[in-house]
């Protein structure tokens, strides 16, 4: 009888979070925050003495998702900071990879970002418009990103990212800080949201 192969990993938390299974009782916020802020986004390829993270990235996301939708609901503004959770386990693989890997990590990522919402009451699937907006201002976060510290040019990032309205970035830059400062933020706008909705 072969072995059966370990799906879990061990959490700074304690705990041990299925990754083929998981469930929203093994998900703790500071392991999310821990993991991102240490996953570099661009596979690392960033200037800077700190990778650009994922933690990083899904600040920025929310503050853009806010700027699109400014009378959106909080609970979707943690589904925005929390567009990426799953990664604090899985990864962030850039796109190509991902097409290269199939449909695999899609359904892996679907099963960790369902406990994540559900731990922290959202909806195990986000409605469709929502995605749309949050995937909206990903995108420009990923212009951003690639034309600030991923050695794009403008004109590249266009075609790749699609072209954003400058008011909507006006006065934003892209920040590269130590883990430590990052993990803290993120940890620090997730409860202030999670207050926020009482």
């Not at 890997?101 to 986000?126: E, K, M």
């Not at 212009?143 to 403008?154: D, K, L």
């Not at 004109?155 to 400062?181: Q, S, Y």
């Amino acid at each position: 009888m072969p072995k059966q192969q370990r799906a879990w990993q061990r959490m700074l938390s304690g705990r041990r979070l299925d990754l083929l299974d998981p469930t929203p009782v093994d998900i703790e916020i500071d392991d999310i925050a821990h993991g991102l802020a240490f996953v570099a986004r661009w596979n690392g390829q960033t200037i800077g003495d700190f990778a650009y993270s994922v933690a990083e990235h899904s600040l920025l996301v929310e503050e853009l998702f806010v700027r699109l939708a400014p009378k959106a609901p909080v609970k979707w503004r943690l589904a925005a900071l929390l567009h990426d959770a799953p990664e604090y386990v899985i990864g962030d693989m850039i796109s190509p990879v991902k097409n290269s890997v199939g449909p695999g990590y899609g359904d892996l990522d679907a099963r960790l970002a369902a406990a994540i919402h559900i731990r922290f009451g959202l909806p195990a699937t986000l409605p469709v418009t929502i995605k749309r907006q949050i995937k909206k201002a990903d995108r420009i976060s990923a212009w951003m990103e690639a034309t600030q510290v991923a050695g794009f040019s403008e004109a590249e990032a266009d075609r790749f990212f699609g072209k954003p309205d400058r008011a909507l970035i006006a006065e934003l830059d892209i920040r590269l800080r130590a883990p430590v400062e990052v993990r803290r933020d993120f940890i620090e706008r997730h409860n202030s949201l999670l207050r926020q909705l009482g």
